[in-house]
């Protein structure tokens, strides 16, 4: 069965810090994976992807992702961590062998400290 | 406009009780989606729909009832409700049948409260 782990319930970082939000997968065949924040009280929004290609993905609000294959890793980045990125992190798969639902990982909570 | 409204966005009702949510989108996309999130921020998957079809049902209780009328809307109706029903529940869509390369468009979530 296809599925991610994100081993850290939450992250604390300072401003202006760069941050790293962890995610490793499991799955067989190709990997489809996907990060999502939630802000409080709202739903959840898409960032990026990971679907083939370059193993550094880009994203929204200054995101980035590495793929790593050999490690099965699937890492949140950011350079310059602001104040109003505290919020829930969810990475996520896509199975697409059994019937292509998305499956999320327990989530992380960053923090990031003015 | 919003892309997945949902309705209503706060269901507070006692136990036993009958109570529907309803979810558009305006997305044209063809699947749509109901996602449990609970206490502890779990998300797990309920029910999936593709063109009015159901492509997923996940082990969920059958007070749980799906119903989409068109491709733009999926309803959920849950039957004599019980304290464990609480939680936040989303409604999400996408438009890549069974490629699995499209993301997820969540709605903003209605939250369940049964006292």
């Known amino acids: 069965a296809q599925s991610v782990a994100q081993p850290e319930d939450q992250v604390n970082v300072a401003e202006g810090n760069p941050l790293t939000v962890k995610c490793t997968y499991s799955?067989?065949?190709?990997?489809?994976l996907f990060w999502y924040v939630q802000y409080p009280n709202r739903g959840l929004q898409f960032l990026l992807k990971y679907i083939t290609g370059d193993n550094l993905v880009k994203g929204s609000y200054g995101f980035e992702a590495e793929f790593n294959k050999s490690q099965t890793s699937f890492h949140l980045k950011k350079p310059s961590a602001l104040v109003s990125d505290s919020a829930l992190y969810f990475c996520a798969v896509r199975d697409i062998y059994n019937t292509d639902k998305l499956i999320f990982g327990t989530g992380t909570r960053l923090q990031v400290f003015p | 406009d919003t892309a997945v409204s949902q309705t209503p966005k706060y269901l507070v009702t006692q136990m036993g009780n009958d109570k529907s949510i309803k979810c558009e989108q305006n997305l044209g996309h063809d699947t749509m989606y109901w996602y449990k999130q609970d206490s502890k921020k779990f998300l797990k998957i309920m029910f999936s729909y593709n063109n009015k079809e159901l492509i997923i049902n996940e082990t969920v209780p059958n007070r749980f009832s799906p119903k989409s009328p068109d491709k733009a809307h999926l309803n959920l109706h849950i039957n004599s409700l019980e304290l464990g029903d609480s939680a936040v529940y989303f409604c999400?869509?996408?438009?890549?049948?069974?490629?699995?390369?499209?993301?997820?468009?969540f709605g903003e979530g209605s939250r369940l409260t049964v006292l």
């Open positions: 799955v067989s065949g190709n990997p489809y």
């Open positions: 999400a869509s996408s438009q890549d049948s069974g490629s699995g390369t499209g993301e997820l468009f």
